[in-house]
């Protein structure tokens, strides 16, 4: 059983978090030795900022703005800034390591993995190939992806991999695909700027894709109106023209009225409906009875705000929509980006400059993550897993006979359901931290407890990995070469700046090693991330994320290639669907009607507040890099809990109170922080933090039906004001000065 | 950088405050952010400021140093005081009509922004200005701000004392100056000589 051999605290004081602050050497060191530049990119969020590092000894010692890169011109938000201190970070694995009685030990290679090797082979020989499952992450490079998906199906042989993008912008892709025939945000950035109104839903651009600003500030300074949606009045929404406040989950009713209004008035666009798309009619039905009355009923956002937003959206020549997990973590996530595309479609807004609609997404790689192979739905190219076709094209790139190519597994949380009810035994995880990351998270810690094997591959050891039986030293984004794609569909070079320290290796060398030791080594040959991605290429050839015509140096050259990319002649497609033409065969473009249905928690007397939760602009995802820098930390140390002055009154709550937010799962204690900036009947907390700070104790396992992604943004719960601090916070509190006193030493004696 | 100058746009700031941790990462005062930065009235509002040196033409800090420590440089540029002249009698830091300065105990020395002068030196911008995700911070060319909604002005008027800039802040169109009114604790006589119109 996965269980930890001492006790959690116990694996935090070894291997942290422990707070990185100056560069190597500290902050004296002398500036003037030389060092090389490396022109790369941000290692977090799917903005995947240009950045260089600064290198000297193989080590990355800091950074230097990169202004020529046409995405972010050099901005950079403070985790970009920061990034560089998680290299040579004293909790950094440089060992493959081993659970003992006091906690773990350091291994070899050739121990760790012949061990690994052994134990997935026993479990799928006494219970099945499907009995063990691989998470993989968005934070990966494209190749890394590409192999995790591949080692999966064709190493194991099991149908049950996925990955953490399926807790991100799955719903978007889930609707954007059967409207488009394509799940890639269909416009460049570089439209932003153009359009004459601005409608951001569920996206906390200002803290979750800090760059993105910049492009809705040119927009309002090229005279565009902007309209923002949110529960919170986000930083954003500081200079929104119009800010509609609305209430969590019900996202669609307000999409759906401001079709309705749209409609009613005759905005749409009937010549683009004609020629372009397909479907309207029943969408046209579907919003009839979401009048400005009704839609501000269930939303509560006032019906002359739904009216004048409609109008502004109708009435533009260039209107765009931007989304993100607001929208999409939802039940009906799905129907809400369909919502999304229905109004952009409805007013003939797609396929022009400084027209469309968008989803932000969210991680590093949260696009080329999710284009080749490693979301248990897809094989590479973003072709279908239960397309004939497209089975026979990857199984003859990869050499496999056709009939050996696995179906359709599980998604990430039903994994961990399959994990719970004991179906799958073995799970084999890398880039991946569901401890933190999925749903209810203490049945996530029972899951975990049950697994016969848990093999994790990373460079620090995440709240997951302490659950784990081998801990594989992995690589850092630094330390190897790769693809990665962005937010705008634009294919990026992840540069390898230095080699991994000490022991630690490359993700790939290690899954290839692995694959070797699991007797299909002459599957996975490859010497370089470069080999990889030739055969990348071949495997995506043809298909909808086609990827043939793209080389490192040809990216390297333009700064970025946009896909498709059919050939190594074609410049790439900055922007998708022109001339209102989709990827589907017949060209159109295609509606979708959407119903109406209520959260999977839905509030009560028992629990009447909802509670929505999301990422604040310090922290990034389960924080396993993030909570590890020291000023990221102090910027925003501790998870709090949003409240309204109206509601915090009701329940004797003052401003950094300490506060039990009580959910159908579970309750955590956090402190009070008392703003008018959400609405009252609503609180935040932010989900960066592991354990008795950890939101998704409270959040819900109701996924989406099409795109399984959780529904973190809405829960029920209620509040009350706790008498004294929770032992979390004492207990920080003498750790932390017990840390001051030991860290120097025992970081140094690790090292 | 020649043709460059500095604009600062609270209304712009989305408060990520990566202008704090990037001013750290500069050559000069490695280790020691100075960037000026406040969250207005959380309770309230989500706004936020960020604030760099003003690098006044006739800067008060440098006029009221007794031992003569800060000194302002040809290209405009007002330093962090010397350190064998600084005594960290903290005048500065009360005068500063900006609240700019800071003493640094580390040192016991007045350390404040320089505007990356080292930097803009060879070619690069300010490293706050550049990495700023919302240009709230911005070293750009004037023909490039007159892009914006907002308009530049460097007259500032602090009651009886009008102080003109180096850096520019971005106000509404047509507004000339930025009036900061302390005129409640001047006296009433000559308070209609100095104050805009």
């Keep these: 059983m996965a269980k930890p051999s001492i006790p959690l605290e116990e694996l935090a004081r070894q291997y942290g978090p422990h707070l990185n602050y100056a560069p190597v050497g500290g902050w004296h060191q002398e500036s003037t030795h030389p060092y090389s530049l490396v022109k790369t990119h941000c290692c977090f969020c799917g903005q995947q900022c240009g950045i260089q590092l600064k290198v000297r000894s193989n080590q990355v010692i800091g950074f230097e703005p990169w202004e020529e890169f046409p995405f972010n011109h050099g901005m950079l938000c403070p985790k970009g800034v920061k990034r560089y201190l ?26 760790s993995l012949s061990f690994t090797a052994r134990r997935l082979r026993e479990i799928q020989e006494k219970y099945g190939k499907d009995a063990v499952a691989v998470y993989g992450g968005a934070s990966l490079s494209t190749e890394k992806s590409y192999l995790v998906g591949k080692f999966a199906r064709v190493a194991l042989g099991t149908r049950h991999v996925d990955y953490n993008g399926r807790l991100c912008m799955v719903s978007a892709g889930h609707a954007y695909k059967p409207a488009f025939g394509v799940d890639r945000s269909p416009m460049p950035w570089s439209d932003i700027p153009k359009a004459q109104v601005l409608l951001i839903i569920g996206a906390n651009v200002g803290e979750c894709a800090p760059i993105t600003t910049d492009y809705v500030w040119r927009c309002r300074d090229n005279g565009g109106r902007l309209i923002i949606a949110d529960p919170r009045f986000t930083p954003i929404a500081r200079n929104a023209d119009l800010y509609l406040p609305v209430r969590p989950g019900t996202d669609l009713a307000l999409l759906m ?38 839609a501000a009923e269930m939303t509560g956002v006032p019906p002359d705000a739904i009216e004048k937003a409609a109008h502004w959206f109708g009435e533009a020549d260039r209107a765009i929509a931007l989304h993100a997990r607001g929208l999409e973590h939802h039940s009906k996530g799905v129907e809400n980006c369909t919502a999304v595309i229905n109004l952009c479609l409805a007013t003939g807004n797609i396929g022009r400059e400084g027209a469309g609609c968008a989803m932000i997404t969210g991680q590093g790689n949260g696009q080329g993550g999710r284009e080749h192979g490693q979301k248990c739905d897809q094989l590479p190219g973003q072709r279908s897993i239960d397309d004939p076709e497209a089975r026979r094209h990857v199984a003859q790139v990869w050499g496999i006979p056709v009939e050996e190519m696995p179906q359709k597994g599980l998604s990430a949380v039903e994994i961990m359901e399959a ?38 591959i990373d460079f620090f050891l995440s709240e997951t990995a302490r659950f784990a039986d081998v801990v594989l030293a992995g690589s850092l984004q630094e330390e190897e070469e790769g693809l990665g794609c962005t937010a705008e569909g634009r294919v990026v070079h992840i540069q390898k700046a230095v080699d991994p320290p000490a022991n630690a290796r490359g993700d790939c060398d290690i899954l290839c090693d692995l694959a070797g030791r699991l007797g299909k080594g002459q599957y996975f040959p490859y010497r370089s991330p470069r080999e990889i991605l030739e055969e990348l290429r071949e495997a995506s050839r043809g298909g909808i994320a086609d990827y043939y015509g793209i080389s ?9 290639v946009f896909w ?13 669907m022109e001339g209102g033409k989709s990827f589907h065969p017949d060209g159109k473009c295609r509606f979708a009607a959407t119903a109406w249905r209520p959260s999977g928690d839905p509030v009560d007397g028992d629990f009447p507040i909802y509670l929505t939760t999301g990422r604040v602009v310090s922290q990034y995802l389960s924080g396993t890099q993030t909570r590890r820098i020291g000023e990221l930390v102090e910027q925003y140390p501790e998870p709090r809990v949003e409240i309204h002055p109206r509601l915090a009154a009701t329940h004797n709550i003052k401003d950094k109170d300490w506060v039990t937010v009580t959910t159908r799962r579970s309750e955590i204690t956090v402190q009070a922080m008392v703003v008018k900036t959400i609405r009252p009947d609503t609180v935040f907390i932010p989900y960066h933090w592991p354990t008795e700070r950890s939101a998704n104790r409270l959040t819900h396992r109701t996924l989406d039906p099409h795109s399984k992604i959780p529904e973190f943004k809405v829960s029920a719960c209620r509040i009350r004001r706790a008498d004294a601090p929770p032992e979390w916070w004492l207990r920080r509190a003498s750790e932390q000065a017990r840390a001051v006193a030991q860290q120097p030493a025992s970081a140094k004696e690790r090292r | 950088m020649f043709g460059y100058e500095f604009y600062l746009d609270p209304s712009r700031c989305i408060g990520c405050q990566s202008c704090v941790r990037a001013c750290e990462e500069c050559e000069t005062h490695r280790g020691h952010s100075m960037i000026n930065f406040d969250f207005i009235d959380r309770e309230e509002t989500i706004a936020t400021a960020a604030y760099v040196c003003w690098h006044c033409d006739d800067p008060t800090c440098a006029e009221v140093c007794p031992a003569d420590a800060i000194k302002k440089g040809e290209d405009g540029i007002v330093h962090s005081s010397l350190k064998p002249r600084c005594i960290a009698c903290q005048n500065c830091v009360l005068a500063c009509p900006f609240g700019i300065p800071k003493i640094v105990p580390e040192y016991d020395q007045m350390l404040k922004c320089d505007m990356c002068y080292d930097r803009t030196a060879v070619g690069k911008r300010p490293m706050c200005a550049t990495v700023c995700p919302s240009q709230a911070l911005a070293y750009v060319r004037p023909e490039d701000i007159a892009h914006r909604r907002e308009k530049p002005t460097n007259i500032f008027y602090f009651g009886n004392q009008r102080v003109t800039t180096k850096v520019f802040m971005m106000a509404p169109e047509n507004q000339e100056s930025i009036s900061i009114d302390v005129a409640d604790y001047t006296w009433e006589g000559e308070r209609e000589a100095f104050l805009p119109a």
Excluded at chain 1, 434 to 448: F, G
């Design chain 1, 257 to 294: 009225g401001l079709l309705h209004v749209v409609l009613r008035d005759g905005l749409e666009d009937r010549e683009f409906i004609q020629e372009h798309t397909t479907g309207f009619e029943a969408v046209a039905d579907s919003v009839k009875p979401y009048n400005p009355q009704k």
């Design chain 1, 86 to 111: 998680q290299s040579n970070h004293p909790d950094r694995l440089l060992d493959p390591l081993m659970r003992s009685d006091s906690g773990f030990r350091k291994s070899t290679w050739e121990e």
């Design chain 1, 564 to 576: 498709p990319c059919p050939t190594p002649e074609h410049p790439g497609t900055p922007r998708l």
């Design chain 1, 419 to 456: 994990i719970h009810r004991g179906e799958i035994k073995g799970l084999l995880s890398l880039c991946f931290n569901p401890a933190v990351s999925l749903p209810d998270a203490n049945y996530t810690r029972e899951a975990l407890e049950k697994l016969e094997f848990l093999g994790i």
């Design chain 1, 552 to 560: 490192y140096e040809k990216v390297d050259l333009q700064m970025g």
